[in-house]
Structures are given as structure tokens and as C-alpha cells.
């Protein structure tokens, strides 16, 4: 794949176009002097983090926990990542172009990498190396579903997705949400009062595998001595539904939850062959979903990879995870990004780290102890501070990112910030020539 074209200047987007809120993946849009879409209450505890009071200095390049310039920073961190032997790329809270210049490095230095929310990611991507997928997007959601499943979910991670599917609108084909293993949310219990209000159904499920075990097996018409009546009622229901969608969240599941994704897909397969059913997996948050994406293309294997140019491209979505090599002791140094959540910070138990993360997050890391081994370098936030790309949860839709002046204003100190590709690009620059090969 080609690099994202270039993103119009900041200008254009303060001028009137639609503003992308980058704080969760569903990527939602407002306009440029609107504030944040709808009031989101993610959004907003976003910025509120962003601009976050801090003590004078907290917010400036450090070493070991003393301000310094931002080059001298980026000196010390190039030569310590240089020293060190099995580094781990941690957190990776980036946009596309940041992701594209932490692989470039990983490369050259031999590092493991994954995501703050590389479980639910390994996860979800599991489900489809394993058994394939029944997917579905966004758009296809709200034009098309007239039963929707939330199974073992009640998508609170993203507050607006029911004003994107379109759940309660005036047309909307929806005609009724089931909340199997969740209690329903307040805005699904408001439901009654919209235009074209869905059906809301509530259905307990203590274990949901076994629950969505004995449901597939409902689905496929199969006899059971004993079966559920509310599952066998649900079963009937996808069955006569004309385009049903059963939404599943990986981080919200328990343990071994990709056997809970590979039945969804087993049930959506099963229902396709006489009616039209799809799952749609929700996450990807922290630009998960576009690092996953630009890794995968990048070098043909997701996220939990090691790049080497020694032994060459090795994936273990086990091993690799990172907080299981920081367990071990299996890595000896960890670059820490993290440009969207000044609140996501790396362990307190982490070896030496570089840690990139906006203005706000220097005070969090200075109140910590024993601030030896580290450095912190302050990165823009995209689509508050500088411009970007970030693809939508559902994979399909690759959206820009714009600044907006007054976001930017609020957020911290305009014009003394860089974003995550233009310091990782320092870095790899910096290091010396013996540094990072072959490892």
C-alpha cells in the first residue's frame, strides 16, 4: 500500500470542513467550530486529560527526570536504544504515519512490538486466522441490520455508536437490540421514546461460551434434551431476521474469548445460508486498528512481531505479548508511545524507557519514583495538535486528521510539539552506524 496522500493544510479544516474526533475508533465527524461530535463524553475526558493542569517544566523533554532540550533528549534516547540488546515498542498509541516510522525502527533494531490493547487485538485477529470471518461495517450496520446482538458487551467504550448506527432514527431498519450476557445501557433503555424505537431484550447468560455454544447449536436446529427457551427464542429470531448482526467487543470477553469470536462467525455462517447475518468485532482504540493495519502491510505479519534483520520476521501472538516479555525480563529496554492518552502510562516495573507521549503526560511520569533509565520526549497529539490518518474500527474506512486551532490551544504549547513520525525518525537517524543490525 502507498503512503496516505498528504492532508490538507490546518487552515482548510478551521475553515469549515469536518472535524475527525481521533479519541475512540469509531472516528466520529463534526464541524470545525462545533466542539466535540455530540458532546461525547470519551471526547471530552480526552481533552480534559490533554489540557490537564501540570507543574512548570513537567512538560518538557527530560532525562532521567531533569528538563533538558528536546535534542539532547533525542541524543541520549537514540544512544541508549542503541545499547540495547531485545527492545520492546510498547503502547504505540500512533497514527498511520507513526506507525509506518515505529516499523522502520523496529527494523532496524530488532524489536518486539505491541499495542496497549494488543490482547483484544490478538484476539480478534485470532478469530480470523483460525476460522475466517462473517464481517460486516459500519454503513452496512445502520442501512441494513434489523436485529443487532450485543453479546457479552453494552459498547460503552464507544458512546456514540448507537447515533452512528442509526439505532432509535426516523428509517432506521432496526427493529430490535438483544443484549445477550449485558445489561442494557441507559440510551438503549431511552429507546422507547425515539421515532422508530427498536425492541430492546435483555438476556443473562452467567457463562457466555456455553451460552453461545448452545445457541449455535439452536441456530444450526440441532435437538438439545434441555435448550434455553429465551436462547431458543433468540435462535428463531436470527433465524427470520432479514440482515441480523451480532457485535462482539474482545476486550470485554473472558478469558480464551477467541473460541467466543469463532462461534459468532459459526453462527453468522450458519444463518447465511438462508438469510444474510455478519459480526463486527469493536475496538482498535488508540490507534490499534490503523498500527495493526500499517504493520500488516508493511511486513505481512500483525502486531506481536519481532523484525530482524538476523533471523528475519517472526510472529508469537503468545510470547510476543508485551507485558509477558516484561514479565520474563525478556526485554532490556522499552520505547513507550502513547500520543492520544496522557493517562496511559507505561509499567512502573519497565526496564529503561523512552517514553513519547503528549505534553500532559510529563507530570504523571515525574510523580513517579526513581525516574532513572528514563526519557520522556513530548509528541503532538494527531487531529489536535498536527494532522494525521486513522482507520475506523471496522477496517474499511482510512479517515484524515485535522488540528484545530482551538483544541491545539487548549491542548498544549502549539508550534514546540512534533508528531510521532517526525521524533522516531530522529531517532532512527541518530543512531550510530553499528546500531541496531544485525540482531
Known amino acids: 500500500m502507498t503512503d496516505a496522500p ?39 475526558a480526552a481533552l480534559a486529560a490533554l489540557a490537564a493542569d501540570r507543574p512548570p517544566g513537567s512538560d518538557r523533554p527530560s532525562v532521567d527526570g531533569a528538563p533538558v532540550p528536546l535534542g539532547t533528549a533525542l541524543s541520549v534516547a537514540a544512544e541508549r536504544l542503541g545499547q540495547w540488546r531485545q527492545p520492546l515498542f510498547g503502547g504505540l498509541g500512533t497514527d498511520v504515519a507513526g506507525a509506518r516510522a515505529l516499523y522502520r525502527l523496529a527494523a532496524r533494531t530488532g524489536a518486539w512490538c505491541d499495542h496497549a490493547e494488543g490482547e483484544a487485538l490478538a484476539t480478534a485477529l485470532r478469530v480470523v486466522q483460525d476460522g475466517g470471518q462473517q464481517g460486516t461495517t459500519l454503513g452496512e450496520l445502520r442501512s441494513r441490520a434489523d436485529l443487532v446482538v450485543f453479546v457479552g458487551t453494552d459498547a460503552r467504550a464507544l458512546p456514540r455508536l448507537p447515533a452512528r448506527a442509526g439505532f432509535g432514527a426516523a428509517g432506521s431498519p432496526c427493529r430490535e437490540l438483544v443484549f445477550l450476557g449485558a445489561e442494557p445501557p441507559a440510551w438503549a433503555r431511552a429507546l422507547a421514546d425515539a421515532a422508530d424505537a427498536p425492541r430492546v431484550t435483555a438476556l443473562a447468560a452467567a457463562d457466555l461460551p456455553a451460552a453461545l455454544q448452545q445457541l449455535a447449536a439452536l441456530v444450526d436446529e440441532r435437538r438439545l434434551p434441555a435448550p434455553d427457551p429465551a436462547l431458543a427464542a433468540l435462535a428463531e429470531r436470527l433465524r427470520d431476521a432479514r440482515y441480523a448482526v451480532l457485535l462482539w467487543e474482545p476486550a470485554a470477553l473472558p478469558a480464551h474469548g477467541a473460541l467466543c469470536g469463532e462461534r459468532l462467525n459459526r453462527i453468522a455462517a450458519r444463518l447465511n445460508r438462508s438469510t444474510r447475518a455478519a459480526t463486527l468485532a469493536l475496538g ?18 500483525p502486531l506481536r512481531s519481532r523484525v530482524s534483520q538476523r533471523d528475519g520476521l517472526r510472529h508469537e501472538p503468545w510470547t510476543g505479548a508485551g507485558a509477558r516479555l516484561l514479565a520474563r525480563g525478556a526485554a532490556d529496554g522499552l520505547l513507550w508511545v502513547s500520543s492520544f492518552d496522557p493517562t496511559r502510562l507505561p509499567p512502573e516495573d519497565a526496564p529503561p524507557a523512552i517514553v513519547l507521549g503528549p ?5 504523571a511520569l515525574a510523580a513517579r519514583p526513581a525516574p532513572a533509565g528514563r526519557v520522556f520526549v513530548p509528541v503532538a497529539t494527531p487531529g489536535v495538535h498536527e494532522p494525521g490518518h486513522l482507520f475506523r474500527f471496522d477496517g474499511t474506512v482510512v479517515l484524515p486528521l485535522q488540528p484545530r486551532p482551538d483544541l491545539r490551544a487548549d491542548a498544549g504549547p502549539a508550534g514546540a510539539l512534533r508528531p510521532v513520525d517526525v521524533i522516531v525518525g530522529a531517532l532512527e537517524r541518530l543512531l550510530a552506524p553499528a546500531d541496531g543490525g544485525p540482531r
Do not use: I, K, N, Y
Not at 23 to 37: H, I, M, R, S, T
Not at 359 to 363: C, E, I, V, W, Y
Open 6 to 44: 498528504a492532508a490538507p493544510p490546518p487552515e482548510a479544516s478551521a475553515a469549515g470542513g469536518p472535524w475527525t474526533c481521533p479519541f475512540c475508533a469509531l472516528l466520529c465527524q463534526a464541524p470545525a467550530d462545533a466542539g466535540v461530535p455530540d458532546g461525547c463524553p470519551r471526547a471530552r
Open 284 to 301: 482498535g482504540h488508540d490507534g490499534g486498528a490503523s498500527v495493526q493495519q500499517a504493520f500488516t502491510w508493511l511486513g505481512g505479519l
Open 359 to 363: 505534553p500532559a503526560m510529563g507530570a
